[in-house]
């Protein structure tokens, strides 16, 4: 019982020299204008680094990733399709679908899928 008492005030310990080890050296460091930007082969940037993103690239990236993960929950179900009960199957292969088509129409009613250039 003492012996880990012993090991885990040692770690304790070596981790608080760690910590004010790497807060010496982060003190250390100066800002520097030219290593914080960006990076254009050497010239001024033009422009500001961080151009406002589009939110319908994020909102057809999720609905992307919501379909993805629905193909990829219905191939194990096509698999299973020759070893389950019937109406087992039909009844889930029903409600995923329902699932599928409901948040398709969400998605098409709060207008995620119009875009405008």
Sequence with gaps: ????????????????????????????????????????CGFDPFNKSRIPFSLNFYL?????????IEISIIMPMIM??????MINFNLLFMIFFMFMIITLFYEWKFGSLNWKL
Excluded at 11 to 37: P, T
């Design 1 to 40: 019982m003492m012996i880990n008492l012993l090991i885990m005030t040692m770690m304790m310990v070596i981790m608080m020299i760690l910590f004010m080890l790497m807060m010496l050296i982060n003190k250390k460091m100066k800002f520097n204008y030219n290593k914080s930007s960006p990076f254009e």
């Design 60 to 68: 057809i990236a999720i609905i992307f990733l919501i379909f993805d």
């Design 80 to 85: 299973n399709f020759k070893i389950s009960n």
